[in-house]
């Protein structure tokens, strides 16, 4: 009579590489940067050290991986809805849903060991947005071509102060804003300062 026999199966390729990020990211939120070791997330995940090493040069790198792919998981895409208000009302709702993630990368830019490898937000912030498309960008680009906003008026501050408001509750509170607060922004700051004349 034949036994049969169990057979384990090992990740391999894109899989694994899941594995490992999602630990990495667990082991992050739980233990800190500083607590974290790649040895303790290739235990938890299942493999080994050098494993990791073939993927990621470092801590850091490794960490940043998770992040992006927290950030993946939640595409802030806003669809044409003939509307900027309505759009940009939508896109920091979206945007919204990645307060923890904002609250975490905000941990770290406070650690020593992390700024050897990232020593700025504007570096981290570069890493992330590499290849990525910029969603408020296309929605501001919409509401230009609708007519709808004075692309004269969209200097550098003024174009990005809807999400670096978010970013700021974010960093002072560690929760998203409200939807009252995020419509104050859209509504008493940022659209009368591109409204056509």
Known sequence: MAIAKSVKTRRRGARLEQAIIEV??????EHGYTSLTMEMVASAAHTSRSVLARRWNSKAALVLAAIEYQ?????????????????????????????????????????DMFRKAFATPEEVRRALS??????????????????EIDPDKLIPPVKTVVRDLLRHHVMMHRVAPSEQLCAAWVDS?????????
């Open 24 to 29: 990495a990211w667990d082991r992050l939120v």
């Open 71 to 111: 950030l993946s998981r939640h595409p802030p895409q806003v669809r044409d809805q003939g509307d900027v208000r309505a759009e940009l009302l939508e896109y920091l709702q979206r945007l919204g849903q990645f307060a923890p993630i904002f609250a975490t990368i905000n941990a770290l830019l406070s650690n």
């Open 130 to 147: 590499a290849g990525r498309t910029d969603n408020l960008s296309v929605i501001l680009d919409r509401a230009v071509a609708r007519d």
């Open 189 to 197: 700051i940022f659209l009368p300062l591109v409204r056509r004349p």
